[in-house]
């Protein structure tokens, strides 16, 4: 056995040599391939795992806001979800279409379409519900991304709709203050790098885009969105009441020239573009032009009187009523022999206006006409203006004069007739109007001096005797507050001549003798009556006594007559941010305060501090009943629009 033992061969040392040798030559080739990874497949390499860690991902910024002159939003944007795809890393394209399609509810013949794209980056669907939005982030798709964008929603519904325009889904704004401000409320986009685990779990998001500012800037607006309401909600209640097709309702503060409200009907809500029609979108009071009729005769007055033509008290021959020019005939509703100048407006004559017209002449009054603006863009800053329809004086024929001193045969917009009023409500000086706050805009003062402060006078008492005395103007007074007004009744042109459909009109300043506050109504085709002193000049009275109410200046004799005359909504019924003068501090209590027996004036100083003003039923000047009864709680919803009356008081 030890000899046999011995005479064995150690065969180990060859062994471990040979395991030596293969693992030197593995090193060797593990070497030489990473090598040539290292040296002729890293950048490929590289970029495959960056593609699989890291990812471009993109956000947008919030576009500007729009805001009345006291910063009641109108314009706003609110976060929502978008779904998008980047194809090349759709790992099941069959699997990724069916969830898609089924979460999102969208044709799986689209999906898959958009799939199979070679491009990098597209849309699936955009501003998806919270629903869909936690769906597809439950559903884990590879290359199937959710990203946040801003719609945009007007809270105010229609709510000068037309003024503030609407974007699309993309943000762009397409009419409107959202077109003319578009560059400025634009938000911008910022791109930035995501690193994420193998589980899709993000690790980490570089600073770059984050600390940019890539939201929009804000707008604001003149409007007030107190009197625009107000506004409208007249507006609307007369062309239901006369089933007219149309209307406008300006209100223009006289100091300044800004616009408080623009009121348009048929009215658009931006919220709903896809179910409006393009009538609804125009915005009338500076795209539709109109035989504005008598409101036109203000200025015609004032031109005679500046030029030495007329005196409030000279005689004109009215005819009786009628009265041929070049075989055209003119008429007067009231007709009449012989008129003052000053009853001449009193009474919106239209053969004593023609008659002095005629002893102005047409280049004279054509010259004063452009002064005041008429022929031209009031250049406002919004899209879509027309300049009317003034002819040259050369063209005129005598029908052409005779007609277009009492307001036929000339073509207006409503901006331009107030802009026209505003330059008599300014003492004589040409004044421009203005929509937007912020930013400011940069306009020439080009300010002219049309009318003598002499001559505006003259005019402005015999306007006031329109509403005061036995004019036509008389449905428009109020109790208390000295107005200036004329009436319109222009019979609209037809094919052929002149039609039976007419546009009644109404301008009032506010007070009479030192304006403060502009007022122009203008009612289109109304069908159950037609004169401007039954169908428009109501609907100024109605939104100039809330704009009183709403900027608290309100006369006892204001409160008796208004609740004699006016019943239920004569008021604002939108919270006030106005003060009312108080004879006696009021204290607001936590509940409601027994309000039984109380003068209207008090109980209204009362209420106004707590933004209520309350729908006043029934006459007289003391408190009879109310609701919400003594020790209830204050109504959270201060607003009457669309609910029952909120909080109202019973007169006796």
């Not at 007559?561 to 003060?579: R, Y």
Request: proline fraction near 4%; charge should be positive.
């Amino acid at each position: 056995m030890a000899k046999g033992s011995q005479g064995r061969k150690d065969h180990s040392k060859v062994k471990i040599g040979a395991v030596m040798v293969l693992f030197a030559f593995a090193l060797v080739g593990l070497w030489a391939r990473a090598g040539w990874v290292q040296l002729h497949e890293g950048d490929i390499l590289l970029s495959k795992a960056s593609k699989q860690s890291h990812a471009a991902e993109f956000e947008y910024g919030e576009r500007g806001r729009i805001f009345d002159r006291n910063g009641e939003m109108l314009a706003t944007s609110v976060e929502a979800k978008s779904v998008f795809i980047r194809p090349y890393e759709i790992e099941n394209i069959d699997v990724a279409a069916d969830k898609l399609s089924r979460i999102l509810n969208v044709s799986r013949k689209k999906v898959y379409k958009r799939l199979k794209s070679k491009k990098r980056f597209l849309w699936i669907k955009r501003q998806v519900t919270d629903r869909e939005a936690t769906a597809i982030a439950n559903a884990d798709l590879k290359g199937v991304r959710l990203v946040s964008e801003f719609s945009r929603i007007y809270p105010n519904g229609h709510l000068a709709g037309q003024t503030l325009g609407f974007v699309n889904i993309d943000g762009k704004g397409l009419e409107g203050i959202e077109y003319v401000y578009n560059d400025r409320l634009k938000p911008g986009k910022a791109e930035f790098v995501v690193q994420r685990d193998a589980k899709g779990a993000r690790l980490y998001l570089d600073a770059q885009g984050r600390e940019m500012d890539i939201n929009g800037l804000d707008v604001r607006l003149t409007i007030d969105t107190h009197i625009q309401h107000a506004a409208e909600q007249a507006l609307a209640k007369s062309i239901s009441k006369y089933d007219a097709r149309a209307g406008i309702v300006l209100v223009v503060d006289v100091d300044s020239g800004d616009i408080l409200a623009m009121a348009n009907q048929p009215f658009f809500n931006p919220n709903a573009v896809s179910r409006s029609k393009a009538s609804q979108r125009r915005l009338r009071a500076l795209t539709d032009v109109y035989e504005p009729g008598s409101t036109m005769k203000p200025f015609l007055m004032a031109a005679a009187l500046e030029e030495k033509v007329i005196e409030p008290d000279t005689l004109i021959n009215c005819e009786n009523g009628r009265w041929k020019v070049a075989r055209k005939v003119i008429r007067d509703t009231h007709p009449e022999k012989w008129l003052p100048a000053h009853k001449v407006l009193r009474y919106s004559s239209n053969i004593g206006s023609a008659k002095i017209g005629m002893d102005l002449g047409a280049g004279v009054y054509h010259d004063y006409l452009t002064k005041l603006g008429f022929g031209e863009k009031t250049n406002i800053g919004l899209p879509g203006e027309s300049g009317g329809i003034l002819m040259p004086p050369g063209k005129w024929t005598s029908v052409d004069l005779a007609a277009i001193s009492f307001g036929q045969g000339i073509g207006t917009t409503a901006l331009q007739m107030a802009r026209a009023f505003l330059c008599l409500a300014n003492g004589g000086v040409t004044k421009e109007l203005n929509l937007v706050n912020m930013p400011e805009q940069e306009r020439p003062n080009n300010a002219v001096q049309v009318f003598s402060k002499d001559t505006v006078d003259k005019v402005l008492s015999m306007m006031k005797d329109v509403v005061h005395e036995d004019g036509t103007g008389r449905s428009a007074r109020i109790q208390g507050i000295t107005m200036a007004g004329k009436t319109g009744t222009a019979q609209k042109a037809a094919k052929g001549g002149y039609g039976d459909q007419y546009l009644s009109s109404f301008v009032a300043l506010v007070p009479a003798d030192d304006p403060e506050l502009l007022v122009i109504t203008m009612v289109d085709e109304p069908q159950k009556a037609n004169y401007g002193s039954m169908v428009a000049a109501p609907v100024c009275r109605e939104v100039t006594v809330r704009t009183l109410a709403y900027h608290g200046k309100l006369s006892e004799t204001l409160i008796a007559e208004t609740a004699e005359d006016v019943p239920v909504d004569a008021l604002v019924e939108q919270p006030l941010t106005g003060s009312v003068d108080a004879h006696k501090p009021q204290q607001v209590t936590a509940t409601v305060p027994n309000i039984k027996g109380m003068p209207v004036r008090r109980a209204l100083e009362l209420l106004v501090k707590k933004g209520i003003v309350p729908v006043l039923k029934g006459e007289g000047m003391t408190v009879k009943d109310q609701k919400p009864k003594a020790g209830q709680a204050w109504p959270e919803d201060k607003t009457s629009e669309g609910t029952e009356d909120v909080f109202v008081l019973w007169l006796s």
